[in-house]
């Protein structure tokens, strides 16, 4: 049984900074993609950054040069380095992880950018 834990959400200022990470636990050999997700009210969710073995990164345009994703495969965790967040950035973020064909899923941790 895998799972995933989500940490370090909670209100942020804008212009401020925040961490969350993501940890799995459970029979794994080899994670293939890792990334993050995330759901406002009344939206979809979406993509927000991604990392694949080996160290590419993707991001969604609306947090490139504020967001950053690493991963640390030994300890089975990917982390979300969230700089200088707005408002629209409010959101729950969900940690996902690829397993080579096995997706898995955290449940959410609440981000509330604000003043």
């Known amino acids: 049984q895998v799972q995933l834990v989500e940490s370090g959400g909670g209100l942020v200022q804008p212009g401020g900074s925040l961490r969350l990470s993501c940890a799995a636990s459970?029979?794994?050999?080899?994670?293939?993609?890792m990334g993050w997700y995330r759901q406002a009210p009344g939206k979809e969710r979406e993509l927000v950054a991604r990392?694949?073995?080996?160290?590419?990164?993707n991001y969604a345009d609306s947090v490139k040069g504020r967001f950053t994703i690493s991963r640390d495969n030994a300890k089975k965790m990917v982390a979300l380095q969230m700089d200088s967040p707005k408002p629209e950035d409010t959101a729950v973020y969900y940690c996902y992880m690829d397993l080579y064909g096995m997706d898995y899923w955290g449940k959410g941790t609440l981000v509330t950018v604000s003043s």
């Open positions: 990392i694949i073995n080996g160290g590419s990164t």
């Open positions: 459970g029979s794994i050999f080899s994670i293939n993609v």
